[in-house]
């Protein structure tokens, strides 16, 4: 079965960093674009980037360039985003997914992130 | 960057009638012959659930009363007839070109 496992919640202070996984099964992430959403709590989805793991090109939607640093490990089929210099801004669940095609057909059970004091 | 605006951003519809959703873009989403418009269901506390890719194609497994049509700047999603289990945001999305934007959503409401 083709399924993305992300890690769990997170609560941060503000200014620090978090690093966030997303464990591939059923697929190997070489063949894939790995995806990268945000959601603020009870506002709309987000995209902040694409990784190809095949060869580590990475695109970001700009606003996120300064933000996110997107990886991806083939040895354990993981795909990573990290956010730093967290405000409550980041405050939000953050899913990744799978494309096909330029389709999204895949997504994980997302990540809520909470930056407080 | 294109823009993609959805309306309305919310709409009550009475069991078994039908529900239309409008994504407009600010510029074509189409390419080589393709128009790259897909739309995506959520549920509170859950991922987005892909629905239509490329404008009109069902996913495998969706309900044939979700149906997309539209090309270039105007799209469609229609549901129909609406049944309790598609209360739901529903959001759509280009993949033409990155950035891969998504509509502001549309919350379906069932009466």
Request: one cysteine or more; a negative charge; aromatic letters at 10%.
């Amino acid at each position: 079965e083709v399924q993305l496992q992300q890690s769990g919640a997170e609560l941060v202070r503000p200014g620090a960093l978090v690093k966030l996984s997303c464990k591939a099964s059923g697929f190997n992430i070489k063949d894939y674009y790995l995806h990268w959403v945000k959601q603020r709590p009870e506002e709309g989805l987000e995209w902040i980037g694409w990784i190809d793991p095949k060869n580590d090109n990475i695109i970001y939607e700009p606003k996120f360039q300064d933000k996110a640093s997107i990886t991806a490990d083939t040895s354990s089929n993981t795909a990573y985003l990290q956010l730093s210099s967290l405000t409550s801004e980041d405050t939000a669940v953050y899913y990744c997914a799978r494309e096909v095609r330029r389709v999204m057909d895949c997504w994980g059970q997302g990540t809520s992130v909470t930056v407080s004091s | 960057d294109i823009v993609l605006t959805q309306s309305p951003a919310s709409l009550a519809v009475s069991l078994g009638q039908r529900a239309t959703i409008s994504c407009k873009a600010s510029q074509s989403v189409d390419y080589d012959g393709d128009s790259y418009m897909n739309w995506y269901q959520q549920k509170p506390g859950q991922p987005p659930k892909l629905l239509i890719y490329a404008a009109s194609n069902l996913k495998s497994g969706i309900p044939a009363r979700f149906s997309g049509s539209g090309s270039g700047t105007d799209f469609t999603l229609n549901i129909h007839p609406v049944e309790e289990e598609d209360a739901a945001t529903y959001y759509c999305q280009k993949s033409n070109e990155d950035p891969y934007t998504f509509g502001g959503g549309t919350k379906l409401e069932i009466k």
